[in-house]
């Protein structure tokens, strides 16, 4: 940045820099605090010091900043971006959109409408946010598997067979895959899904109940070129081209005996018989993705610490649950210590089909936010789900139902970190839920 003149500014600003880098987001804001209070005047400053302050997972300050950005500073968009962002952290999703749609009209950029998107689901405001989320193609950094195609050809009577490829992570794809359901039901349109490894046997299996059952093939490093008559696109996209149809007209789940039924089906996955005890599965740690600052600021919001950990795991135990350990990846080795309190635990490594065999002897799933989740409510399957205070908007706001999926519950941090008072409402709320589904 210009205009500093000292070389003391000038190495504390490259030290700021490091620390961002590093992802040590204290050091940096406290190194952007100290530059403005040894007189370093400029409005850049602020706004990194929001930025660090954001990716601590500390959206008031981060609020508080880059308001005092943006009120100094009107013309620059990415204030106003960063403003967007810290109020969808304090679910203030209205005033979030409001700033995005401030720096929208400064600069039309991929990124402030994809962030402006994600809000409008949390509004309920499908439409405009599924057709606004199709900027992200348009992010130079936004890699997509196949190029986009023509307008698509949908419904009866069209020639053209629909290759939909996976996009963002694996709970995306699980959420968005209730939009197959009506294309593959009564043969109105030919679908195939191209898929990471991990998730083929279980769209293979879980999608095979369907009257036009879709083919399944694996993503590859180089895409092979499509046959005649195929035409791509996102997974994620099929709601935009649906017209963003309610989400209950796209699958409409149904209840009986106190369980719903799932887009993902299967008569080798069956539901288990309550026994004396409850079988409870926990999952504590959500995708470790750290070399993203995003991914990585997600992983540490969304995962449990060793203490709420254990809190959750001997309070289950007091009340004679069965617990089974459904953590996959490095994180299953933090519950070590309470080992002994495991009844079985999931093999390493497992796929999403031996997942969800796993999830479906289960009376209840106890999971972080992370594709878990989806994968029980893609069965219908009772699962609880440990939100933070700052969830992402598709899970809306003070609610503990999820419009999605009929068979969650979620439960919510009342302020950022504070796991304690939800594992303290879970083990309240357990016996008697146990009382109710057990008769």
């Known amino acids: 940045m210009p205009g500093y003149g000292t070389e003391e500014a000038g190495r504390l600003l490259r030290a700021a820099s490091v620390a961002a880098q590093g992802q040590d987001w204290d050091l940096a804001r406290d190194l952007y605090a100290y530059l403005r209070q040894i007189g370093i005047d400029d409005y850049r400053l602020i706004a990194n010091q929001a930025e660090a302050c954001w990716f601590a997972d500390q959206p008031k300050q981060a609020h508080r900043l880059y308001s005092e950005a943006a009120g100094l500073a009107p013309a620059d968009p990415l204030p106003w971006r960063g403003l967007g962002n810290a109020l969808r952290d304090l679910n203030r999703f209205a005033e979030a959109r409001d700033a995005y749609q401030r720096s929208l009209d400064l600069a039309q950029d991929p990124l402030t409408a ?29 890699s997509a598997y196949r190029p986009l195609g023509p307008r698509l050809e949908l419904g009866v009577g069209s020639a053209r067979r629909l290759v939909l490829w996976s996009e963002q992570g694996f709970g995306d794809s699980l959420q968005y895959l209730r939009w197959c359901v009506p294309l593959a039901s009564e043969r109105k349109q030919r679908l195939v899904l191209e898929l990471e490894p991990a998730s083929l046997s279980l769209f293979r299996l879980g999608l095979s109940w369907l009257p036009s059952r879709p083919r399944v093939r694996c993503k590859r490093p180089r895409p092979t070129p499509l046959a005649r008559g195929e035409q791509p696109c996102s997974l994620m996209s099929l709601p935009h081209h649906f017209g963003a149809a309610p989400l209950g007209s796209v699958f409409e789940p149904t209840e009986r005996a106190g369980h719903w039924s799932g887009y993902l089906r299967h008569p080798s996955w069956p539901l288990a018989v309550p026994a004396r005890k409850p079988r409870v599965g926990l999952v504590w740690a959500a995708g470790r993705k750290l070399d993203d600052p995003f991914t990585a600021r997600e992983y540490r919001k969304r995962s449990l610490p060793p203490d709420a950990l254990g809190q959750l795991i001997l309070g289950l135990r007091s009340q004679a649950a069965e617990l089974v350990a459904l953590q996959i990846g490095p994180d299953h080795a933090l519950a070590q210590p309470w080992r002994e309190c495991f009844e079985a635990s999931i093999p390493q490594p497992a796929d999403f089909a031996e997942n969800a065999r796993w999830i479906r002897q289960l009376d209840l799933l106890i999971s972080v936010d992370t594709a878990s989740v989806h994968l029980a409510g893609a069965l219908g399957h009772p699962c609880w789900t440990l939100l933070p205070y700052s969830a992402d908007p598709r899970w809306l706001r003070d609610r503990s139902d999820s419009p999605w999926y009929p068979s969650l519950r979620l439960f919510r941090q009342p302020e950022s970190g504070q796991w304690q008072p939800v594992i303290e409402q879970i083990l309240e709320f357990f016996t008697p839920w146990w009382h109710s589904v057990s008769g």
């Open 114 to 142: 994809w962030n402006a998107s994600q809000v409008l689901i949390g509004l309920e405001a499908y439409p405009q946010a599924f057709r606004l989320a199709e900027a992200r193609f348009d992010h130079p950094g936004f």
